[in-house]
């Protein structure tokens, strides 16, 4: 079992940065696929970006590809999103994920955090 907290998200002008944060609980949680996805009013959530147990593999939906980068430090049970040249379109509800793999999600959720990019 995983408990997944994130924080980190706020109003952000067009061209400004955000870094989200994922805090897990749980002995296993070095072991999980980490991943962020998205959602917006009336819409499917989305796959964002994921990171694999060993660190070594990550990836990004294309639209955010060059501009987000996901990391994480198992040490700290934590994930992060850090996400630069934000855009309008990347307002949203993002959510971190364990368990999933690949770009499909695992069975546990964080409460999301609100990100708004606008001026």
């Known amino acids: 079992q995983v408990r997944l907290v994130e924080s980190g998200g706020g109003l952000v002008q067009p061209g400004g940065s955000l870094r989200l944060s994922c805090a897990g609980s749980?002995?296993?949680?070095?072991?999980?696929?980490m991943a962020w996805f998205r959602q917006t009013p009336g819409k499917e959530r989305e796959f964002v970006a994921a990171?694999?147990?060993?660190?070594?593999?990550?990836r990004y939906t294309n639209s955010v590809k060059g501009r987000f980068t996901i990391s994480r430090d198992n040490a700290k049970n934590a994930v992060y999103l850090q996400m630069s040249d934000l855009k309008p379109e990347d307002t949203a509800v993002y959510y971190c994920n364990a368990g999933g793999a690949g770009t499909f999600a695992g069975n546990f959720w964080g409460q999301g955090t609100q990100v708004t990019v606008s001026s």
């Open positions: 749980g002995r296993s949680f070095n072991t999980y696929n």
């Open positions: 990171m694999g147990s060993s660190e070594s593999t990550s």
